[in-house]
T-cell receptor, first 116, second 112 residues
């Protein structure tokens, strides 16, 4: 149980392209999903919290116009990296949480984004 | 032995030995803690969690210890196997939110 699917797993594209990443909870409903960014050999950095039916909450220093988040249903959140540039290249990981209280976030397998 | 790399500390253990991975957390008010395992190119995988009203919790081959006095969390892996090689992260739940703060991570290398 508690499976989170992230797609695509890898994207290579030209500078200036916008890239959409999907995060789905396959066997549970996730009122809250999270988007993280991870640089090589470093920890996960929270970018934003995605709430179903409302606007995402972004962490300090994360540009909301750059990283568009949509959480249209209880099983799907999307992250769009707009007009991506080489400095946006990174490993993006989503997680989903079922219900309230002290239950763990479950993570997708990440998306490796490479901007040429 | 344990060494500190540029960003990620590494713990090397012999196969079959027990491993202890340590983590210092930041907020004394944090009430929920989680250990994750991350293999190369994959997302973090849930291992075990513990609430602040407990100081020890056991799973299959894993034990988490919580010392609130010194804000310290540890993960013990019994009879370490090659498949345990990965990066291990602790996470603390930010009080009043569902957000996590992740530790810096420790790379576990299992030597045959």
């Amino acid at each position: 149980g508690a499976v989170v699917s992230q797609h695509p797993s890898r994207v290579i594209c030209k500078s200036g392209t916008s890239v959409k990443i999907e995060c789905r909870s396959l066997d549970f409903q996730a009122t809250t999903m999270f988007w993280y960014r991870q640089f090589p050999k470093q920890s996960l950095m929270l970018m934003a919290t995605s709430n179903e039916g409302s606007k995402a909450t972004y962490e300090q220093g994360v540009e909301k116009d750059k990283f568009l988040i949509n959480h249209a249903s209880l099983t799907l959140s999307t992250l769009t990296v707009t007009s991506a540039h080489p400095e946006d290249s990174s490993f993006y990981i989503c997680s989903a949480k079922e219900g309230a209280g002290g239950v763990p976030q479950h993570f997708g397998d990440g998306t490796r984004l490479s901007i040429l | 032995g344990e060494s500190v790399g540029l960003h990620l500390p590494t713990l090397s253990v012999q196969e079959g030995d027990n491993s202890i991975i340590n983590c210092a957390y930041s907020n004394s008010a944090s009430d929920y803690f989680i250990w994750y395992k991350q293999e190369s190119g994959k997302g973090p995988q849930f291992i075990i969690d513990i609430r602040s009203n407990m100081d020890k919790r056991q799973g299959q081959r894993v034990t988490v210890l919580l010392n609130k006095t010194v804000k310290h969390l540890s993960l013990q892996i019994a009879a370490t196997q090659p498949g345990d090689s990965a990066v291990y992260f602790c996470a603390e739940n930010i009080p009043g939110t569902y957000k996590y703060i992740f530790g810096t991570g420790t790379r576990l290398k299992v030597l045959a």
